[in-house]
């Protein structure tokens, strides 16, 4: 097993919609993830970012092409293992981070564990307390994440994410219903947790500041990439469609 690249996708190819209006909305689209890199998906709506973000996270299966997830081929697995290999090796962040409002932080933190088994309640419980530490919410351990402002709530969402300790966190657009400061401050700390710990990260988004500041720019349009942009490169700056 290869522990060089944590995720590989090549050719990915997905069709959806029904036969008479079929969308080809991936059409081949590759993407190399290392350790410790954080790469952003951009491209006008429609594009592709969710399908392809979909088909990462084992939420939806490609019509052609392969992705190799940790070393492991994701072809042909019956539901329940695509189950098992999604709660194992990635985690998820969503624009509305669907918390459960009445559990508090740490139980929020602990149902991505309860779903791996792998962790006592008394484990899971640690471990989600020092997670909750780890986005400086150790403070607010047993509070009902409805009784946490906007931007503590996505920090919640981003502890949950690394709940079962994830190779790969895929996130379409986690910041997009913050504000611009607690934005910010969301994806300076998951880069820093995903440089820290070799993980790494593709996310979507629309806000050209974390797209900026990510080692890599993914530019989608009509299902493909049409430009991968390494950091610092000449090519950036200003000239990409983020909505
Ligand atoms: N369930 C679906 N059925 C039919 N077409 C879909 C479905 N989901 C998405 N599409 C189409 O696939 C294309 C890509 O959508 P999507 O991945 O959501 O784009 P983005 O996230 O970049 O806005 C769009 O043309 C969209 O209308
Ligand atoms: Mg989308």
């Not at 985690?91 to 933190?109: C, R, S, V, Y």
């Not at 509070?143 to 994410?161: D, F, N, Y």
């Amino acid at each position: 097993m290869s522990d060089e690249i944590w995720l590989s996708a090549r050719d990915l190819e997905r069709w959806l919609g029904e036969e008479d209006s079929r969308v080809h909305a991936l059409r081949g689209v590759s993407l190399d993830l290392e350790p410790g890199s954080v790469h952003a998906v951009v491209g006008p709506s429609g594009c592709g970012k969710s399908t392809l973000l979909y088909i990462l996270g084992l939420l939806d299966q490609a019509d052609g092409g392969s992705l190799t997830i940790a070393g492991h081929l994701i072809a042909g697995l019956p539901d329940d293992e695509l189950a098992r290999k999604r709660n194992e090796l990635l985690g998820f962040i969503f624009q509305f981070h669907f918390l459960l409002e009445d559990f508090t932080a740490q139980e929020n933190i602990m149902v991505p564990m309860r779903r791996l088994g792998r962790l006592t309640e008394s484990e899971m419980m640690t471990r989600a307390a020092s997670l909750l530490d780890e986005v400086g919410l150790g403070s607010k351990l047993h509070r009902p994440s409805r009784h946490l402002s906007g931007g503590e709530q996505q920090r919640v969402a981003i502890a949950r994410a690394l709940a079962n300790d994830p190779r790969v966190i895929l996130a379409d657009e986690p910041t997009g219903n913050l504000d611009t400061a607690n934005a910010e401050r969301a994806f300076r700390l998951l880069q820093q947790i995903v440089r820290e710990e070799r993980k790494a990260l593709l996310l979507v988004t629309h806000n050209p500041a974390i797209a900026e500041a990510c080692d890599w720019i993914h530019e989608m349009k009509d299902g493909v990439i049409i430009g991968s942009h390494p950091h610092g490169s000449p090519a950036r700056g200003g000239s990409f469609t983020y909505r």
